[in-house]
């Protein structure tokens, strides 16, 4: 039995995306999660999910973030990204940080069936009228190079960076997870060194070129 997860803040659209899968695969499971915690706890919960549909913004997730926790935390899981925000750019840094493919927020039920298909077939999927531009991309180096300094950082170490992008001290950071402010400390020393940054400013930098508003600076 096929296992599919929903993560998309608009109720409408979930309905949608369900829909389009229920129809497309035989015997599937569907899930949904309004925001990126409860797509993490979901997760967690249901190692056996074979496919996220991930909505790149939406409560605790903006921009590529929510993408590139996912496939830091879950790296055995596919996720198909679902955005309005559908230029030709954006496509392929999703590409790069590891989406398997990409569907637009205007793709048909027929192209969103399509791209399920696909992507459970262990193939990828972009929308017709993007994928010649996307193809012509190269690959960025730098978005190559950050995803595979994040996917280095455990489940843990991923939601204590989350925080000090937020501006949060150690003290903090121990509060919102109940553990040790000694153990906070241990996160952020590996942190650093796994990403190649030397403070919390640095490692703020690196998160925030996850943003799309970045993409024109590619």
């Known amino acids: 039995m096929t296992r599919l997860l929903i993560a998309d803040d608009h109720?409408?659209?979930?309905?949608a995306l369900r829909q389009a899968a229920q129809e497309s695969v035989a015997d599937c499971t569907v899930m949904e999660a309004a925001d990126l915690a409860g797509a993490l706890q979901?997760?967690?919960a249901d190692p056996d999910i074979d496919l996220v549909l991930l909505d790149l913004h939406m409560p605790g997730s903006q921009g590529l973030s929510g993408l590139a926790t996912l496939r830091g935390q879950h790296p055995g899981v596919a996720v198909l990204v679902v955005s309005?925000?559908?230029?030709?750019?954006?496509?392929?840094r999703a590409l790069d940080h590891g989406a398997?493919?990409?569907?637009?927020?205007?793709?048909?039920?027929?192209?969103?069936?399509?791209?399920?298909?696909?992507?459970?077939?262990?193939?990828?999927?972009?929308?017709?009228?993007?994928?010649?531009?996307?193809?012509?991309?190269p690959a960025d180096p730098v978005d190559i190079?950050?995803?595979?300094?994040?996917a280095?950082?455990?489940?843990?170490?991923?939601?204590?960076?989350?925080?000090?992008?937020?501006?949060?001290?150690?003290?903090?950071?121990?509060?919102?997870?109940?553990?040790?402010?000694?153990?906070?400390k241990a996160h952020v020393t590996a942190i650093f060194e796994k990403l190649g940054v030397r403070n919390r400013t640095q490692a703020g930098v690196m998160l925030r070129s996850l943003d799309l508003s970045e993409s024109t600076r590619l």
Request: glycine share 4%; net charge positive; charged share 20%.
């Open 11 to 15: 109720p409408l659209f979930r309905a």
């Open 42 to 44: 979901t997760l967690a």
């Open 84 to 92: 309005a925000h559908d230029e030709p750019r954006t496509v392929r």
């Open 100 to 137: 398997a493919g990409f569907i637009p927020k205007s793709a048909s039920p027929v192209e969103i069936a399509d791209a399920i298909r696909n992507v459970l077939d262990c193939g990828s999927w972009l929308p017709p009228a993007l994928a010649q531009a996307v193809a012509s991309m």
């Open 145 to 150: 190079d950050l995803a595979t300094r994040l």
């Open 152 to 184: 280095r950082l455990t489940e843990q170490q991923y939601r204590v960076l989350a925080l000090l992008g937020e501006g949060l001290l150690n003290k903090q950071i121990a509060d919102r997870l109940a553990i040790q402010e000694r153990t906070v």
